[in-house]
């Protein structure tokens, strides 16, 4: 089945420092979301792109819809303590005749720590 | 508004026994999920409905089965758990089956 390649698995940085994770695939799709987990918690969605090539920023938090549509990423700038969680990128499969359904893949997970 | 809401919290079952899994969300959402979440697993689709009166398989849906109630509410029912389906169970909507997703706090379920 189609597979989300999410990287690096885990982060710990000092708070104040920029971070970087993506999301690649070798499929295409057609939105691709960011979630955010916390410790006990469902994810909560950070930010949506639709198009590709697309720069959408919420807050310190900026994301790339690739150019070729089979990735993403996600940067969170100035990190803070409360950032600390699992990140999730999720990419929507296009429906087509061969039944596909438009439903969510997952990647497995940027765990961030960061040190006050 | 609640948003997605599901009961219980937390439950813990012995193997062979039932449960149903509730969730009911509250943003008037045509579609409707349920995930489970295994560590190094990320999340994975156990079985969706793309509208009210359809159910469909997601990619881990066997000892698993739903029902969509009415457009709130879609259960997920372990007839005969078994160990490997402890698990965090996560219910989702969207507007619809191509739209963003929600989720709600989670059923943490341990089998013994």
């Known amino acids: 089945g189609q597979q989300l390649n999410q990287s690096p698995q885990s982060m710990f940085i000092q708070e104040g420092e920029d971070v970087s994770m993506n999301c690649t695939s070798s499929?295409?799709?057609?939105?691709w979301l960011w979630y955010k987990q916390d410790p006990g918690e469902g994810p909560v969605l950070l930010i949506a792109?639709?198009?590709?090539?697309e720069l959408t920023s919420n807050g310190r938090l900026t994301a790339q819809f690739g150019i070729t549509r089979k990735d993403s990423f996600l940067n969170i700038s100035a990190s803070i303590p409360s950032d600390v969680g699992i990140y999730f990128c999720a990419g929507q499969l296009p429906r087509n005749g061969s039944g596909n359904t438009g439903k969510l893949i997952f990647g497995q997970g940027t765990t961030l720590q960061v040190k006050p | 508004n609640a948003g997605v809401t599901q009961t219980p919290k937390f439950q813990v079952l012995k193997t062979g026994q039932s449960m149903t899994l509730q969730c009911a969300q509250d943003m008037n959402h045509n579609s409707m999920y349920w995930y489970r979440q295994d560590p190094g697993m990320g999340l994975r689709l156990i079985y969706y409905?793309?509208?009210?009166?359809?159910?469909d398989k997601g990619e881990v849906p066997n000892g698993y089965n739903v029902s969509r109630l009415n457009k709130r509410e879609f259960s997920l029912r372990l007839e005969s758990a078994a160990p490997s389906q402890t698990s965090v169970y996560f219910c989702a909507s969207s507007e619809r089956v191509t739209g963003e997703q929600y989720f709600g706090p989670g059923t943490r379920l341990t089998v013994t």
């Open positions: 792109l639709y198009k590709a090539g």
């Open positions: 409905s793309a509208s009210e009166g359809t159910t």
């Open positions: 499929s295409i799709f057609n939105t």
